[in-house]
């Protein structure tokens, strides 16, 4: 027999399957994923055609991007603490408005600091406020096989990553750099517009939540492990975000066609949207922090990889191994941080670690350029994309000694909805 539930904001006596409504939560989740992620990977296309019209060196295009994970740094810890309690839709409205916006406003720039304002605003005020929102509402809808839910829905991030720059690209190419911002932030807000009244908690989980304790320090003397996974994600996002921003510069260089540069991220993005499942699969499996160790042995090893490459087979095939590795990391990380949290913190201490994250990102993405103008080569960023990755898999390997010794966290919080703990 199915189970339902009442439907919020509905007439009395109304009632909708909770199967039905959990996936209305996670398709509107999904979308919201690959909106954001897709808008914060633009100016991986947009650095060629602002270069031939202002005349901008990449490391001054490059911040932009910095600027915009600086927002979703700063943005995601202030929303993250208040997606804990308010209701989410509040929130996914605001913040879908000020993506919007944003991405009309880089249509309009005619100075870097309308580009640097612009990409703020998106990170900060724009994907910030929707991503622990929609992440929270997920995990609040799937108990038993959250892994899988959560892969799903930040597929639907490495999914918009490759399209949306892929789309951007071919905008760019058929009517100009300006028309294609103007179309993506069109089509940001039918989107967005449509898919966002769906997200929403379950009523089981409409309750204020209990306080927890915090999660600065474990209680023994040993860093919290929240802290140390804020460290990880940090290297891990660092060993990323130069690939992210620069990757179809550096296919384009080396093989000299703006067109492969574009396909080599979308393959990559493609095969991301793959191995997030896969990859929360595999949490569910063998746990998440094994899960996430091995994405990002994978994400390592091809970093070093790339700059040993000079044709295109080999590149688009290193491609779609780094983006199948690189895409399960977030959805690895964001499974650790639900695991060692009560749920009535999740946002908080997913808007901690993902400020730190991100912060990570940034500093990956403008070194990137920051190298390429001064050796007018990447050989050197991906030397230290590399260095950072093993950095990140000693922070795992501390993470899972101290774990072991304290033995597996039982979090409390929050009930799930009832047909998900069946």
Not at 54 to 66: C, E, K, M, N, V
Not at 240 to 245: A, E, Q, S, W
Not at 250 to 263: E, K, N, P, R, W
Not at 370 to 377: E, Q, T
Request: with cysteine; charged share 10%; proline share 5%.
């Amino acid at each position: 027999m199915q189970m339902q539930q009442s439907v919020p904001g509905t007439p009395s006596g109304k009632v909708a399957p909770a199967p039905l409504r959990a996936l209305l939560a996670a398709a509107g989740a999904t979308t919201a994923m690959a909106f954001g992620f897709g808008a914060l990977a633009l100016p991986s296309v947009f650095i060629r055609p602002l270069e031939a019209a202002f005349g901008w060196s990449r490391a001054d295009l490059s911040l932009a991007y910095t600027l915009s994970t600086v927002g979703m740094a700063l943005g995601g810890l202030f929303w993250g603490r208040l997606s804990d309690r308010l209701d989410a839709r509040i929130l996914l409205a605001f913040g879908s408005a000020a993506m919007v916006a944003a991405l009309g406003a880089f249509a309009f720039a005619q100075s870097l600091w309308h580009l640097y304002a612009a990409s703020l605003v998106l990170g900060g005020l724009g994907f910030a406020c929707l991503y622990a929102p929609v992440l929270s509402v997920t995990a609040l809808w799937f108990e038993r096989r959250r892994g899988l839910a959560m892969g799903i829905v930040t597929a639907g991030g490495a999914l918009g990553q490759g399209v949306m720059p892929y789309t951007a690209n071919l905008l760019i190419d058929s009517v100009g750099w300006r028309p294609a911002y103007a179309i993506l932030a069109a089509a940001t807000l039918v989107a967005l517009g449509l898919l966002m009244p769906s997200v929403r908690r379950p009523p089981v989980a409409m309750a204020p939540p209990a306080l927890a304790a915090g999660t600065g320090s474990s209680g023994d003397g040993r860093p919290s492990p929240v802290l140390l996974l804020a460290a990880a994600a940090f290297l891990c996002c660092a060993c990323m975000g130069f690939p992210l921003v620069h990757l179809a510069s550096f296919v384009t260089a080396v093989c000299g066609s703006s067109d492969l540069g574009s396909t080599s991220l979308l393959v990559a993005m493609l095969f991301g949207t793959v191995g997030r499942v896969v990859f929360g699969l595999l949490a569910d499996r063998i746990g998440n922090l094994p899960a996430y160790a091995t994405a990002s042995f994978m994400q390592t090893a091809c970093v070093a990889i790339y700059p040993l490459l000079d044709n295109q087979i080999s590149l688009l095939a290193l491609s779609a191994v780094f983006g199948f590795g690189f895409a399960g990391n977030m959805t690895c990380l964001i499974l650790c941080v639900r695991e060692l949290v009560p749920a009535g913190r999740f946002g908080q201490a997913l808007g901690t670690v993902m400020m730190v994250a991100w912060a990570g990102m940034g500093v990956g993405g403008y070194l990137g350029g920051l190298v390429y103008d001064g050796f007018a080569s990447y050989t050197l960023a991906f030397l230290i994309a590399f260095a950072a990755g093993v950095a990140n898999l000693a922070t795992i390997a501390m993470l899972a000694a101290g774990t072991t010794t304290r033995g597996k966290a039982t979090p409390s919080g929050l009930a799930p909805a009832p047909w998900t703990s069946r």
